[in-house]
């Protein structure tokens, strides 16, 4: 059973992705942390290797009570039984990831700072919808900067869970939770860390008012 759409979503970074057992110490870390869904990103590798790392996730995430979301890639998804898969803007039609992903599964759509883009997503199946960079980002530099205001509209008008993402930090996380925003989703925020799991508690602690 997989978790609420809700609280800290780790998403692994480019560096952690280079090494098998770097990805799978630093995404159990954030697991022990309190993160309760990570998102498998990872667009340098082969094939075989994104095969290979993303069932190890599947494994790691399940035994501890976590969900797995693999980005892109609906079929690498349904290949290692993922719970989910998340679509950026021009990775593919949603409707027909629902589809193919049926009823139970997630599917996430990346939204911009675009409310009307997240509105037409939820009519053709969205689990989640996530908005960003909010802040500067050392993962995505040059993405067009979100506003809170977005968030705190698509939380208010829309039925599924609000993703915020981009440039989070514990200390700007108050302002963000206060939107509506269910999930935090973190990429270099934790695993650019020197402790991950004590990165991750930090970003709970600030969470605890909003659960």
């Given at each position: 059973?997989?978790?609420?759409?809700?609280?800290?979503?780790?998403?692994?970074?480019?560096?952690?992705?280079?090494?098998?057992?770097?990805?799978?110490?630093?995404?159990?870390?954030?697991?022990?942390?309190?993160?309760?869904?990570?998102?498998?990103?990872?667009?340098?590798?082969?094939?075989?290797?994104?095969?290979?790392?993303?069932?190890?996730?599947?494994?790691?995430?399940h035994a501890r009570?976590?969900?797995?979301?693999?980005?892109?890639?609906?079929?690498?998804?349904?290949?290692?039984?993922?719970?989910?898969?998340?679509?950026?803007?021009?990775?593919?039609?949603?409707?027909?990831?629902?589809?193919?992903?049926?009823?139970?599964?997630?599917?996430?759509?990346?939204?911009?700072?675009?409310?009307?883009?997240?509105?037409?997503?939820?009519?053709?199946?969205?689990?989640?919808?996530?908005?960003?960079?909010?802040y500067p980002s050392?993962?995505?530099?040059?993405?067009?900067?979100?506003?809170?205001?977005?968030?705190?509209?698509?939380?208010?008008?829309?039925?599924?869970?609000?993703?915020?993402?981009?440039?989070?930090?514990?200390?700007?996380?108050?302002?963000?939770?206060?939107?509506?925003?269910?999930?935090?989703?973190?990429?270099?925020?934790?695993?650019?860390?020197?402790?991950?799991?004590?990165?991750?508690?930090?970003?709970?602690?600030?969470?605890?008012?909003?659960?």
């Amino acid at each position: 059973m997989t978790p609420p759409l809700a609280g800290l979503y780790a998403i692994t970074s480019a560096d952690i992705c280079a090494d098998d057992a770097r990805l799978l110490a630093a995404v159990t870390a954030a697991l022990r942390g309190g993160a309760r869904w990570v998102q498998y990103r990872d667009k340098l590798a082969r094939p075989e290797q994104r095969l290979r790392r993303a069932a190890a996730l599947v494994t790691c995430c399940h035994a501890r009570g976590a969900g797995l979301i693999v980005n892109d890639d609906l079929q690498l998804a349904l290949k290692v039984d993922a719970d989910g898969v998340h679509l950026g803007a021009g990775d593919g039609d949603i409707a027909a990831a629902r589809a193919q992903l049926g009823a139970n599964r997630v599917l996430g759509v990346t939204c911009g700072d675009d409310l009307a883009r997240a509105q037409r997503a939820v009519e053709k199946g969205a689990s989640y919808v996530a908005f960003g960079r909010l802040y500067p980002s050392n993962t995505k530099p040059d993405a067009p900067p979100a506003r809170l205001e977005t968030l705190r509209e698509a939380a208010r008008s829309l039925a599924v869970p609000v993703c915020a993402i981009g440039g989070i930090t514990p200390a700007r996380l108050p302002a963000v939770a206060a939107t509506g925003a269910r999930l935090i989703a973190v990429v270099d925020g934790l695993f650019g860390a020197d402790d991950v799991e004590l990165a991750a508690r930090a970003y709970m602690r600030g969470l605890e008012p909003y659960n």
